[in-house]
């Protein structure tokens, strides 16, 4: 097909039209083609031709009328729930959690498979993942090839090979250059026209608050994922789609305490929930023995702040306050580096500890920062409660979706098409 004088040909314009249609119905509908006009920026017959399109498609329905200044009624229109799925994949600290989504990412089924003794385990992970998606396509009655695609939060750094696919090196967890597309691939066995997105989890919690969240609206913001252990996903001008920055690593403490990643003083071993429970029972704390995590840190949090005049156990909140100090100080390097305009807090732990710490690792984090740019940022929690890494893994697929004008991946004659691995991941427009 030509291309005209900027290297784009029709079916580029096409894709992008299309694109723009079902990004502005989908944030901002339902919409009349009157509106969609000045929405999208695109001329009253562009809006005619892809809306008819799309409607043809199935990815846009008529969602009842309005009136007009003196006219006619005016068709609203939206984008049709049931014209794909996505489903969101969160391998978390405690549990691999499970979720499928139709187009509006409204929750149709959800599995959580607990991870107990053998924890990370690959073989374990991937039985979970694939076990979870099979019993929530059976559930909600989905077949296969009805997914736009699978999208799935980790930890560790995630590496993009021509060969394997996704390859993830989780050093805290015990990960060294696993290949978990081609073992998800191999063990899952859904159609080839099913794409694989496979990133960072503090990332997938970035793009679901950017996207839904505390951060619409902002150029440049910081989400924390504040879990077991501790991460980042950093957006701005420059990398939009967000980045994971591996900020648990910081050294907060010279020769300090051991990281589950071998070194010493990071700020993952004083404020991931792992390390703040075990320095609890360092201290002379007792932890509740043979319950996960999350209830681990609901039962500190109780014994530091009792109720119904109970007195409070004095090591439980010194060891408390002087994370909600690291925290603070962990997030004063973030300003000082990056001078964003919002920081969010998620995660499971991030969500427990935020309600009672705010204010104070608000306090500190503005006491280590330099005062021009911690007078410049807010601080605050993520809004979208714990399942946010697995609703912004479904948008993985989502975004590539939209990125491809509405069209599925075409199917590859072997192995995952480069198209997969090197999908835009547009972030919705503000």
Not at 39 to 59: P, R, Y
Not at 76 to 84: F, H
Not at 202 to 215: D, P, R, S, V, Y
């Amino acid at each position: 097909m030509a291309a005209g004088r900027n290297g784009r040909t029709v079916r580029d314009l096409r894709r992008a039209n299309r694109t723009v249609v079902l990004q502005r119905l989908y944030f901002d509908g339902p919409l009349s083609r009157f509106e969609l006009g000045p929405a999208t920026g695109l001329s009253s017959g562009s809006v005619s031709n892809v809306v008819a399109d799309l409607v043809a498609d199935g990815l846009v329905e008529e969602a009842g009328s309005v009136d007009s200044d003196g006219g006619r009624p005016r068709t609203l229109l939206r984008v049709a729930p049931a014209s794909g799925y996505m489903i969101g994949v969160d391998v978390g600290e405690t549990r691999v959690r499970i979720e499928l989504f139709d187009l509006t990412l409204t929750e149709l089924a959800r599995a959580e498979q607990p991870l107990e003794q053998q924890r990370y385990e690959v073989e374990v992970i991937v039985g979970h993942i694939r076990d979870g998606i099979t019993e929530v396509l059976a559930e909600a009655g989905i077949a296969p090839e009805q997914l736009l695609g699978v999208g799935i939060g980790v930890p560790g750094i995630v590496e993009r090979t021509p060969d394997r696919g996704a390859v993830v090196h989780g050093q805290t967890i015990g990960w060294d250059d696993v290949p978990l597309e081609h073992l998800l691939r191999s063990t899952l066995r859904l159609p080839d026209t099913v794409p694989y997105f496979i990133d960072n989890g503090a990332k997938t919690l970035g793009q679901a608050e950017m996207w839904f969240g505390g951060g619409r609206g902002a150029r440049n913001a910081i989400v924390v994922l504040f879990g077991s252990g501790v991460g980042a996903c950093l957006v701005t001008p420059e990398v939009e789609h967000g980045r994971a920055v591996e900020w648990g690593h910081l050294t907060v403490r010279v020769r300090g305490r051991r990281c589950r990643c071998g070194a010493l003083g990071c700020l993952e071993a004083y404020a991931g929930a792992e390390s703040l429970l075990e320095r609890w029972r360092e201290e002379g704390g007792r932890p509740p023995e043979g319950v996960d995590e999350e209830t681990a840190l609901t039962a500190m949090l109780a014994a530091a702040y009792p109720v119904d005049g109970e007195e409070a156990d004095p090591v439980a909140l010194a060891v408390l306050e002087e994370t909600a100090e690291y925290l603070g100080a962990g997030l004063s390097d973030l300003i000082n580096l990056f001078q964003p305009e919002r920081i969010l807090i998620g995660g499971w732990a991030g969500l427990q500890l935020g309600a009672r710490f705010l204010p104070a690792v608000r306090r500190y984090a503005a006491s280590y920062a330099l005062r021009h740019p911690a007078e410049r940022v807010t601080v605050d929690l993520g809004r979208l409660g714990p399942d946010a890494v697995t609703v912004g893994a479904a948008i993985l697929p989502l975004a590539d979706f939209f990125a491809r004008g509405g069209r599925r991946p075409e199917p590859a004659p072997e192995g995952p098409a480069p198209a997969w691995r090197t999908a835009l991941q547009e972030r919705a427009p503000h």
